[in-house]
């Protein structure tokens, strides 16, 4: 039977092979999307796979098993902070680095927080010192558990 390629979230890095009939099975329990088809071939209601990537969640789990830490994304960032802003608490839809860009402030979690839009257009590029905005909380590293929390534990070394 061929083997079907495993990528990581986004396609980018090869991580293993598995039968077609595992990676049907990765794609029925949602935790893998196809990646690349075979054209015209189907596998019962899928198309036949050649490769498939893992989803956010798998990919975000992966990482955390291996390296005990959760990589920063914008989804997992609004996630870590309810969607909530973390100047004014209303509803959260973009991430502010509370030391901007511009300042030398880098995209990391500890740099990074919620934001509704029109607390961030008025920080603009400035700390929230610099800006007079208090912040309600501070930004911090979060477990797997703080971006998960309906998520079955995942298996630390
Ligand atoms: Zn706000």
Redesign the pocket.
Known sequence: MSEVVIYNLGGSQEIGRVSLRHAIRMLHRRVAEVLEAVEGETFGPYQRPRSVALVRYVHTRWVYERQGRVPYSRAALLRRDRYR?A??G?TATTMDHVVPRCQGGTTTWLNAVA??E??NAAKGGRTPEQAGLRMLRRPFEPAFRDIYPSAPAPRRR
């Open positions: 802003c100047y004014c209303g934001a509704c029109p607390c």
